[in-house]
């Protein structure tokens, strides 16, 4: 294993292209936005939602909960009941928790949808590089949506973490016997997929969703970066990941 090279380019050009689940490979955050609205019309029968300011106080019990439960539909869940029963003074229904608890099974159940075009996009890379997945969230729940999603063959490692920083990135950087320099991340979120990497000293592949969650969206990464491309669609990530290997070949300047 190299150790203390993360930081440090030593000019090997790229040896791995790394990709996000969530909003990267298949859609997710519809599915979560559509249950936070569903529980706004639950507990606006109690309140007035926007007197009550109820997307803003569900979303501090997420971010507080984060802790606690992790990313995912079952954190989600949880912290939507507390939110319920804080919001409405204790005063929501044993109907209306169930119903929350509901929505979460329904999530936990809904068909993988991939992005159009992403599982060519995937495979195309892959033909040419060592391509791994890292996605964060339930255990469980990631393991499903992997498997369902039929791209599980197309990767040579699937790691699924618990949060997506600079230590986890440099942990797997490690395990993977690379420098940040030979790696590139492909992802949705700045916060999660892009920011860390590029801290390391990676590189980053930027393709946004058109729902993020605000937590994910609580980031900022200059987009002038020499190390980050920016994308607007799978078409354009062999293009992009291309770009980026040219940049970080021997002798190169980013």
């Known amino acids: 294993m190299r150790s203390g090279l993360h930081n440090v380019p030593m000019g090997n050009g790229i040896r791995m292209v790394a990709f996000d689940g969530d909003d990267t490979l298949w859609r997710s955050q519809d599915y979560f936005d559509d249950a936070q609205a569903r529980f706004e019309r639950i507990i606006g029968s109690y309140v007035d939602l926007a007197d009550a300011r109820v997307a803003e106080r569900l979303y501090a019990f997420e ?75 339930d255990l469980f729940h990631q393991e499903a949506k992997v498997r369902d999603s039929g791209m599980a063959d197309l990767f040579r490692r699937i790691e699924i973490v618990s949060e997506k920083d600079p230590g986890t990135y440099a942990r797997l950087l490690e ?25 390391l000293g990676g590189w980053g592949v930027h393709m946004p969703y058109h729902t993020t969650w605000s937590h994910e969206a609580d980031a900022s990464v200059d987009a002038g970066s020499a ?11 062999s293009p992009a990941v291309a770009d980026i290997v040219a940049a970080a070949a021997p002798g190169a300047s980013p």
């Open 227 to 237: 190390r980050m491309r920016s994308v607007e669609s799978p078409a354009g990530l």
């Open 63 to 137: 971010k507080a909960n984060l802790a606690w439960f992790g990313y995912g539909v079952k954190g989600m869940a949880l912290s939507m009941i507390e939110a319920a029963v804080e919001i409405t003074g204790q005063r929501i229904g044993a109907a209306d928790v169930q119903r929350i608890v509901g929505m979460a099974k329904e999530l936990l159940r809904h068909p993988v949808e991939l992005l159009p075009g992403i599982r060519e996009a995937v495979a195309d890379i892959a033909s040419r590089h060592d391509v791994v997945l890292i996605t964060k969230g």
């Open 175 to 199: 395990e993977f016997d690379i420098a940040a320099d030979e790696f590139v991340m492909v992802g949705n979120s700045l916060r999660s997929d892009i920011a860390p990497v590029l801290s």
